[in-house]
Each structure stands twice: as C-alpha cells, then as structure tokens.
C-alpha cells in the first residue's frame, strides 16, 4: 500500500512542486488549500480521488480544519507525511509602517494554523512512526529588513519543530525544518499585493530557488531511511549570501 503525505497550501507555489514530486514516487496525497478548483486540477493530474483527496478550507480557522479532515474518507485515514508547506508574507515595510493586520494574518496563517493541524494529526502520525516537514525560511535564522514579522513566524517554526523532535523522542516520528532563502513562487507576488514590478525587481537575473528544488529536497528528507532525521536544512541559490552589518552614523 502507498504511503500518504498531507500536504497543506497545495494549491500554489512549492506546495504544487512538492505534491508532484511525492506523487511521482507513487505516494497517495491529501492535498489542502483555499482554491477548489486548483486542487480539483491537481487530484484530476495524479489519476482522481483515489489517488489524491482533496480538502478546500482556510487553515485559520480551526473549525473549518477540524471539519476537514474529519471529512477524509477511511482509505486516506492513517498519515504518514504532513508536509506544513502553507503559508505566506505580507508587506515588505518597517515595523513603523507595516499594517497589524497583514501581521494578525501571517501569524494566523504560519503559526496558528500550523500548529493546529499538527495537534490534531499527531495521535495518527505517531501512530504510523511517520514524519513531519515544516516549512520554515532562512529568515528564521538571519534578521533582514522588513522581515519583522514574518521572520518571527518562521522563526517559530523552525523552533516548534526542533521542540517536536524532543516531545517525540522515541517514537520513531521524524521531524525536519526546511528553511529556504530567495526563492521563486507566488510568494513574491503576494507578499508585494499583486505588484509584477516587484516581483521582476526581486527575481531579475537572481537565478533563484525553484519550487522544485524545495520539493527535491522534502522529497529526498522523506525517503532517507528511518533511523535518519534531518533536524533542519538551510537553502540558498547560489546567488543569495550575507551582507555586513549596518551602522547608523551622526
Ligand atoms: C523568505 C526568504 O530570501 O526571500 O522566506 O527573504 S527571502
């Protein structure tokens, strides 16, 4: 029998990479998102519901996410993979200037609803001795301006999942926090409010991370065998490193 990964936020960006790659390698997938018709596409491109089920509803809220996946027919009832993939960015602007909405929303979205579908998931995953990919980003590690919020989301994620890996021990369940630097999806779009001049401004010559590197990467952690655990993996293109310090001067 195919394993089953529940991937989240499916619908778009590295979450469609990702689904095609486990999909490829014979897995059976749950897919979640907002956008119904993007999944119907998805669950229609890896061979109809038996193979991939499809589950529309908004991560941040709970009711909806619990409805959801007690809405799984039996056959997709035991998981082996939850794949943490959805979640975004909003605004580019200093604290002084970002709107507490946009905040409220990447919080809700990266922090709330990750760790609820977690909590409501883990009996079974541990059940299955299964494993757990977050998505996390460089920026949980490396302050850059404008990251303000944001990066204290994926900063949360990358240590929610260490701290799963502790809580874990001995049950066999794998924990990896995946944290991508610049990289190529929907993410910019969203992030600039729909701005294309943004997004070339971005990703002009960058040579950026493709989804499908992300979804290599996730697809390689879920295959190692299962006494391995990659605690947490750091990507950039090649094109990305560090710049020194700033000093404000009189
Ligand atoms: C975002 C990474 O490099 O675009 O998670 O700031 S970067």
Redesign the pocket.
């Known amino acids: 029998m195919s394993k089953i990964a529940l991937i989240t936020g499916a619908s778009a960006g590295f979450g469609t990479a990702i689904a095609r790659r486990f999909a490829k390698e014979g897995w059976t997938l749950i897919l979640t998102g907002r956008r119904q018709d993007r999944l119907d596409a998805l669950v229609e491109e890896f061979g109809g519901r038996e193979k991939a089920f499809p589950l529309c509803f908004d991560i941040r809220d709970e009711a909806a996410t619990r409805a959801a996946l007690e809405s799984l027919p039996p056959a997709f009832s035991t998981i082996d993979a939850l794949i943490n993939n959805a979640g975004l ?1 909003l605004g580019t602007g200093p604290i002084q200037e970002c709107d507490l909405d946009q905040w409220k929303t990447m919080i809700d979205t990266n922090v709330t609803g990750l760790v609820t579908i977690t909590r409501l998931l883990i009996d079974g995953i541990i059940a299955q001795g299964g494993l757990i990919v977050n998505l996390s ?3 949980a590690h490396w302050p ?1 301006r404008g ?1 303000n919020t ?1 990066a204290g989301t ?1 900063a949360f994620v990358r240590q929610f999942s260490l701290g799963l890996r502790s809580d874990l021990h001995g049950t066999g369940v794998r924990v990896t926090s995946i944290e ?4 190529e999806s929907e ?2 779009i969203v992030r600039t409010g729909g701005s294309q001049e943004a997004y070339d401004k ?1 990703y002009g010559g960058a040579d950026a991370l493709q989804p499908e590197d992300i979804a290599e990467t996730i697809h390689w952690v879920a295959s190692l065998p299962a006494h391995v655990n990659i605690n947490s993996i750091e990507i ?1 293109p090649v094109s ?1 490193s560090w710049a020194p310090y700033q000093v404000h001067r009189k």
């Open positions: 960015a980003s460089i920026a850059n990251g944001y994926k991508p630097g610049l990289s993410f910019t971005l950039m990305q």
